[in-house]
């Protein structure tokens, strides 16, 4: 049975697997085999060779279970590191902490080639591998043992030269305390930077200047890493909890975490405002871009899934979504989204309304007029309307409804939160750089208006190209 064993300093749990503890292989990996035609065990046809499948996307949904015919299937792994049978039984060994390594461990076979990549895939077998990620982890949440879920790929036998570039891009990420105590949040939010920065030309300006903003809307962002502190606190006591897991408790400790990672010197703050962080985000770099506090911003939004994101959602909307967007703001609030290398797009207006006095139709109502009034628009301008975040019908169908009086029917109507999964404070974010990364990629040339709205208010931002 494997064990879990908490590393006493940093707080977190390690997978230990007793039964094959000597894998010098995985130090020392061979030479790349060539690559070869010939079908594996988790091709199509050979289904046999793999346990029972757990899922399966089959043509119409025919096709008999463990068959040919299907183009995404789901089965558990024949050595897997966790083990479903069994109970934790959590108990102490001297100074340490340790339980069995009670779990599950599946794989996700993505096509029926094994010499498919997911960017060869098209976009309906994304949209199946994502159903069946979906589908599998609100399974796995039935299992009460089950505290997380962690979806990982793979990648072994890389080309030289791509090992090679993976390790340039890693380094930035890497500095000499690692990131081994920050939270999920945090390394999301760093992730997404670094993914921004790597695709921006060498003539970026200096971020150690003091004059790069950097702006992180999250709903909850390092909530989880606060209970966890206070918890091992209660129950440990003071003198057992690690220090390298305080900073995580700190208000601002993912504006504060990214901010010494990629030594950006200018202001940076964590903006938590519900659903609408991510936008709100947006809104308060571009006011200190043009109260002159910075000539440059970066701005993340992320939210990682949890307990607490969960609790919130409450069984309303789509299913709960992880998330992490990057994007930089320069004068005239020019937007290069993560992933584009140069700009791609405008912020062309925004703005807020609280619903506090005046009911949430009310102020989607407004925040949307103003958005369209600063930018010199009118509604049947908008290319498409681009929801994000919402929180099921309930509180989306009022911010519909205010719109419906400024965008003609004809105007498309994107609930993003439905698709991606509700991401909560990093949705706003996320929608901004997939609008401009649209403008970009595919040269669409109206405007598109993004939509946030929860209890407390709504959003409005127009990106146009």
Request: glycine fraction near 12%; include cysteine; hydrophobic fraction near 40%.
């Amino acid at each position: 049975m494997p064990e879990l064993r908490k590393d006493p300093v940093t707080g977190q749990w390690v997978i230990i697997r007793t039964e094959r503890p000597h894998r010098p292989e995985d130090f020392r990996p061979p030479a790349p085999p060539p690559p070869t035609p010939a079908p594996c065990a988790l091709c199509e046809g050979h289904e046999q060779a793999t346990p029972p499948e757990l899922l399966a996307y089959r043509a119409g949904g025919d096709g008999r279970a463990n068959g040919p015919g299907w183009r995404v299937r789901v089965v558990p792994n024949k050595f897997p590191t966790l083990r479903v049978e069994g109970e934790l039984e959590r108990r102490g060994h001297g100074l340490y902490d340790l339980m069995n390594g009670v779990g599950a461990h599946e794989l996700v076979v993505e096509s029926p080639r094994h010499d498919d990549t997911l960017r060869d895939l098209p976009l309906a077998a994304l949209e199946d591998v994502a159903h069946a990620f979906q589908e599998r982890i609100i399974d796995l949440r039935r299992d009460t043992r089950f505290r997380s879920v962690v979806v990982f790929k793979p990648s072994r036998h890389l080309p030289d030269a791509v090992a090679a570039e993976m390790d340039q891009n890693l380094k930035p990420l890497v500095p000499r305390k690692g990131l081994a105590a920050l939270s999920r949040s945090a390394v999301l939010a760093a992730a997404a930077i670094e993914n921004l920065l790597s695709g921006v030309p060498a003539g970026l300006p200096n971020l150690s200047d003091g004059a790069c903003a950097l702006l992180v809307g999250t709903a909850f962002g390092h909530v989880e890493s606060k209970k966890e502190f206070h918890r091992s606190a209660r129950t440990e006591g003071t003198r057992l909890v690690s220090p390298i897991v305080f900073p995580n408790t700190i208000i601002n400790s993912l504006a504060g975490h990214a901010a010494i990672l990629f030594k950006i010197t200018g202001p940076n703050s964590t903006v938590t405002s519900g659903r609408r962080s991510g936008l709100e985000a947006v809104l308060r770099a571009i006011t200190l871009l043009d109260a002159g506090r910075a000539s440059r911003a970066i701005v993340v939004g992320c939210e990682e899934v949890s307990p607490t994101l969960l609790r919130a959602l409450g069984g309303r909307g789509g299913p709960a979504g992880e998330a992490a967007a990057a994007m930089l703001l320069e004068p005239g609030e020019c937007v290069t989204p993560e992933g584009a290398g140069s700009a791609a797009g405008r912020i062309l207006g925004g703005a807020e309304r609280s619903s506090v006095r005046r009911g949430l139709r009310r102020a989607a109502a407004e925040a949307a007029a103003e958005a369209l009034a600063e930018s010199g628009l009118s509604g049947g301008d908008l290319g498409c309307i681009l929801y994000s975040g919402s929180g099921g019908r309930e509180e989306l169908r009022p911010a519909e409804s205010a719109l419906e009086g400024l965008a003609p029917g004809a105007v498309p109507r994107i609930d993003l939160g439905g698709i991606l999964g509700d991401a909560w404070g990093a949705g706003g974010a996320a929608a901004v750089v997939l609008a401009t990364a649209a403008f970009a990629k595919r040269g669409l040339k109206p405007p598109a208006m993004v939509v946030c709205a929860d209890p407390e208010g709504a959003t409005c931002i127009l990106v146009g190209g």
